[in-house]
């Protein structure tokens, strides 16, 4: 089974920062990574999905980067309704998803 | 647009199965895999299986085989997932989600009590 860590297990920021958050697998993964965004009463949102290709709808403030087992999501500017937590989700080997980051205020 | 509702919140005594249902539209059914996810209170998200609409073809993680069973009727775009043997620590919100796409439907709760 891959194992995605994610780290940090949470992200202190202020609107309008930048927010910088990883994901390492256990063994490559190529470019299959994806990010969602997941607040309470919500489903799953899906940001990126192949280590950089924003999913439809979703604002450039994120971008997503890396290949093989390290990888990165970065919010330019955060705003207000982006603080949750962010879950990655690889689908090279059957499908996982990193333990999160909470981004919060 | 495409649209995934499932069926309402369920409580189970532990021991019992329960069946949640995805009822696909506005799009292809047997054009897109679903997928299974579930996130259990102050937990994260944890994937439980992927089943093909075309031939009802499944997978699962090692740690859901054998008491986790998906299926599909394409006669009513609907698929379900079927946990047995509940215990407390499956009281969760479940998820269905396209594969390969931002949709998923609003999540079930399953609270198992006794």
């Known amino acids: 089974e891959i194992v995605l860590t994610q780290s940090p297990a949470t992200l202190s920021l202020s609107p309008g920062e930048r927010a910088t958050l990883s994901c390492r697998a256990s063994q490559s993964v190529t470019i299959y990574l994806a990010w969602y965004q997941k607040k309470p009463g919500q489903a799953p949102r899906l940001l990126i999905y192949d280590a950089s290709k924003r999913a439809t709808g979703i604002p450039a403030r994120f971008s997503g980067s890396g290949s093989g087992t390290n990888f990165t999501l970065t919010i330019s500017s955060l705003e207000p309704e982006d603080f949750a937590v962010y879950y990655c989700q690889q689908r090279t080997n059957l499908y996982t998803f990193g333990q999160g980051t909470k981004v919060e205020i | ?114």
């Open chain 2, 1 to 114: 647009q495409v649209h995934l509702v499932q069926s309402g919140a369920e409580v189970k005594q532990p021991g019992a199965s329960v069946k949640i249902s995805c009822r696909a539209s506005g799009y292809t059914f047997t054009s897109y895999s679903l997928h299974w996810v579930r996130q259990a209170p102050g937990q994260g998200l944890e994937w439980m299986g992927i089943i093909n609409p075309r031939d009802g073809g499944t997978t699962y993680p090692q740690k859901f085989q054998g008491r986790v069973t998906l299926t599909r009727d394409t006669s009513t775009s609907t698929f379900y997932m079927e946990l047995s043997s509940l215990r407390s620590e499956d009281t969760a919100v479940y998820y269905c989600g396209r594969d390969r796409s931002a949709d998923w439907g609003q999540g079930t709760l399953v609270t198992v009590s006794s």
